[in-house]
């Protein structure tokens, strides 16, 4: 679903991926998973960096109730180097 200004100015800036530019809302799981996907394009654009896209994905993660999150994020890296 996509937000009107209005819904996207209502939703507090903890709700984002990158709160001081109130980028990659995520007030909902839908949300959550478009922001991971939109920081995954973006890092490979190299208009994100790798930290900024791991601290999106991290706050995605919470929201869409997955457990363990760190060892997630773990496992996730060593795949990438792999």
Excluded: C
């Amino acid at each position: 679903m996509k937000l009107s200004t209005k819904a996207r100015n209502k939703i507090p800036a903890s709700k984002f991926g990158m709160p001081g530019e109130r980028k990659y809302p995520m007030p909902d799981a839908s949300h959550a998973r478009n922001a991971k996907a939109r920081a995954s394009e973006m890092e490979h654009k190299g208009r994100l960096s790798e930290g900024e896209k791991e601290t999106i994905d991290r706050k995605a993660d919470r929201v869409l109730g997955h457990k363990n999150v760190t060892n997630a994020h773990s496992h996730a890296m060593k795949m990438k180097h792999n």
